[in-house]
């Protein structure tokens, strides 16, 4: 059998997708896996045939930087599907020319991987989509926090003219804002437990929840936490949102009097432009984070359901500051579960209240206990086995 894997050439994204393809590997599946070429030294190992992919957002950044810049005029939500389009414009034809006399089984992706839906449509195989956060349904859409913008705003134009002419061409789907990001695949893997998704129970046998999916990943060294018998709290705002230098005053301000060992991933944040790290703080920019959560007492987090998960898996409570609709999804549900408590406004975050925060998770039992609980549930799952055991199943069929 042979399995194609397309991916938007970010952690986030190919982070969740290596045991799986490990495992899958193991059961004697072959498997293409698409990316940037910075990822070839993570995927190699996994057994998979690494393809090299370009990038149109690594070569036009201006676009990224120019959503960002106008939420207040629609910006992120025309932004982002006119980047996701022309990324998947700019390798499409590399995986089908790879593809085409090497014909997979499947070809799987998540919602930004757009190069896979086209791909299997052309191909007429399999189309699987993963969902390490949620998938939509009736109670819930991701298109909806992306169709705040005008029709006639230029990148939303350009996104619907970039779709058609792929429909022209490729003879996939019309790849609209909702099909993007609401549309489904033939079969749906979920890397969530279903507690944490809101009215899971109204999706159909066609989506399987087998939890995170934690496996080796040894790209960032190993870490221990210091030999002092001290709680650790780990702080981490997400590749895409670390980049938020007022925080990390707070932060230090929070925890400089704490009796804990403090680890902060910076990202892309330059440690030599902090100022005043307390004593009882390490940070770093790339880190592994599997490693560090692992020994984790307390963890801050964006609430990315990635490192939700992954906290939940080690049995972490949470302190969630999220950045986006979907990540307050989250973050109340963490709230609501008794995995933890939340900022919803991160501007409104002080010291003071970070603290209480922290103190607050160590002390209280119940936040312990409950997150031990779900942990217990996520591992019962399966994970990356169960994924593969599903995924092979459905293809056998």
């Not at 939303?156 to 789907?173: D, M």
């Not at 432009?273 to 964006?302: C, R, W, Y």
């Not at 998770?361 to 409950?370: A, G, H």
Request: with cysteine; aromatic share 10%; glycine share 8%.
């Amino acid at each position: 059998m042979h399995i194609a894997f397309v991916s938007l050439g970010a952690f986030g994204h190919i982070n969740p997708t290596l045991a799986l393809v490990t495992e899958l590997v193991k059961k004697g599946v072959r498997v293409t896996y698409f990316t940037t070429e910075a990822f070839r030294t993570i995927i190699e190992p996994t057994g998979a045939k690494f393809v090299a992919v370009p990038s149109w957002m690594a070569e036009n950044d201006k676009h990224n930087e120019a959503g960002e810049k106008k939420e207040d005029d629609g910006g992120v939500a025309a932004a982002v599907p006119f980047l996701f389009l022309n990324e998947a414009g700019a390798y499409i034809d590399t995986v089908l020319d790879t593809l085409k006399n090497d014909k997979p089984d499947a070809v799987v992706h998540d919602f930004a991987g757009i190069a896979g839906t086209i791909a299997a449509d052309n191909l007429k195989v399999a189309n699987v989509m993963l969902y390490t956060s949620y998938p939509s349904n009736d109670s819930y859409s991701v298109a909806a926090g992306f169709e705040n913008c005008p029709p006639d705003h230029p990148l939303r134009k350009a996104a619907a003219q970039l779709a058609q002419t792929y429909a022209e061409k490729y003879g996939c789907r019309l790849l609209t804002v909702k099909e993007i990001f609401d549309g489904h695949g033939d079969f749906n893997l979920v890397m969530m437990q279903k507690k944490l998704v809101p009215n899971y129970e109204t999706f159909d046998d066609s989506f399987v929840f087998t939890g995170v999916q934690i496996g080796k990943r040894t790209a960032f060294g190993r870490w221990k936490a210091p030999d002092n018998g001290k709680p650790l709290l780990y702080s981490s705002l997400g590749t895409a949102f670390n980049n938020w230098p007022e925080y990390y005053p707070i932060l230090f301000d929070a925890v400089r009097d704490l009796d804990i060992n403090v680890f902060a991933a910076l990202g892309s944040i330059d440690p030599a432009s902090l100022k005043d790290i307390p004593a009882n703080v390490e940070v770093g920019q790339m880190v592994p984070q599997l490693d560090i959560l692992s020994q984790a007492s307390v963890f801050i987090t964006h609430a990315g359901m990635g490192g939700t998960g992954e906290a939940i898996y080690y049995g972490v409570p949470m302190i969630a500051i999220p950045q986006m609709e979907e990540q307050a999804i989250t973050a109340r549900q963490i709230e609501k579960l008794g995995l933890g408590c939340a900022f919803p406004d991160k501007n409104a975050i002080t010291s003071e209240g970070l603290k209480a925060a922290i103190f607050k998770l160590l002390i209280e039992p119940s936040y312990k206990e409950t997150a031990h609980a779900f942990s217990e549930d996520m591992r019962s799952l399966g994970g990356a086995k169960a994924s593969a055991e599903a995924l092979l199943a459905y293809l056998k069929q």
